[in-house]
């Protein structure tokens, strides 16, 4: 009988060559298999925060693997737990038997029994996650840069080497993270696993210490322009994070400073005001537009996410809630989930004695909302407004007038922000 069930250890050799090949632009040589079983090795030695699941056939054979990485994320100020799914993969003789829809909803409903209320992922295929009930998060901003445009300020003072391999440098990092995530809506915290993953490597670590803070950190790597060029470089960005202006003012003169041996700066970033930054943030490609635009970025999808507890949502929404002038009316919002059908249905929102509520019961409404569980998802992270949704076709609301004082009910200026990799 075929089955989901838990990795162990005799399973690893399984779970090499399907990760490998189910992600082959990673690699296929002998380093990405060992790469596979020392990740396979890392997350077994692990709790239940950081499982790996299995579809496994009659025979026992290894068909199709996911990971499961649960861990507080901030709502909008509030934490819930969420589960972040990666390294989905299905084995290349098994495509097209809807394993991968079969993992993900075992996956889904184990989190959401043990209380769970959200899910995010890193998507591949935006569609086809989509059809699984997650929406659009942030965007991904690529810039390509000169160190020239970046700005000088005058001082670097601050500027510290980190390495990975010290213990208190490793602290202060894990604490940076910390309070990254407790400052933006969206995100995950980081695992202690998730921060040595990304430090791998020959990453040039760079902070900004300041009163005894962390207060920024600059994780990057010189690539060759080619192979006869011996000194030019470009500079990669993997991850910049400033907590305080001090700490971007004095990375972005750091990177300024670098224009005698680095050609271009790439960065990628979730900061919708990054392009106000600079003087000026454009790049040097005038073939995106057959007219006089100036080429910013490129962007990209970000992480998706998925409400998993619609009742914990809408808990925190309520609470949050501050009474206007406008008030808000009775409200049946009617969410289509084919993945969790014990989410799908109608919620009733009311108010009583200046309070509001909800519930499952029906009762007399004024107003009808009704949006698949993708788009409730997006916009209750503040990806999408209600006006957009209805204007779109996504959302059908029963009285219009209504969509202001709903959108401030169910939707967030916060956009969403998530730096986790998994």
Known sequence: MKSIQKLTERDIEAFKPLTVYAYAGQGQGRGAFQKREEMAKKILSLGEEDILLGHFEEDDTLSGSVRLLTQPLNFLGTEVMALGIGTLAVDLLHKKEKIALKLMKHSLEMARKKGVAMSVLDPFHLGFYRKMGYGLGAEIKKYQLTPQQFRHYDTKEGLVWLRSSDLSDLKEIKGLYDRFYRKHHGSMKQSEVEIAELLEGDHIILGFRKEGMLQGILIFAFEQIGEKTLYGTDLIIDEMITLTSDAFQAFSTFIHSQADQVRYVFIETQDLHFTQYFDDASSDDFTTFQTR????????????????????????????????????????????????????????????????????????????????????????MGSVTLQALIFSGKATLSNQQHTSVLEALLGTEASPVCINRF
């Open 293 to 380: 635009y100036q080429e910013l970025y490129r962007a990209g999808a970000g992480m998706m996410y998925r409400v998993i507890n619609l009742e914990k949502i809408l808990e925190i929404l309520i609470s949050k809630t501050v009474a206007t002038e406008k008030r808000v009316p009775s409200l049946r919002i009617q969410i289509k989930d084919q993945l969790l059908p014990e989410q799908e249905g109608d919620y009733y929102l009311y108010e009583k004695e200046g309070r509001y509520g909800y519930s499952r019961k029906a009762r007399p409404v004024e107003v009808e909302l009704e949006m698949d569980i993708a788009d409730f998802s997006a916009l209750v």
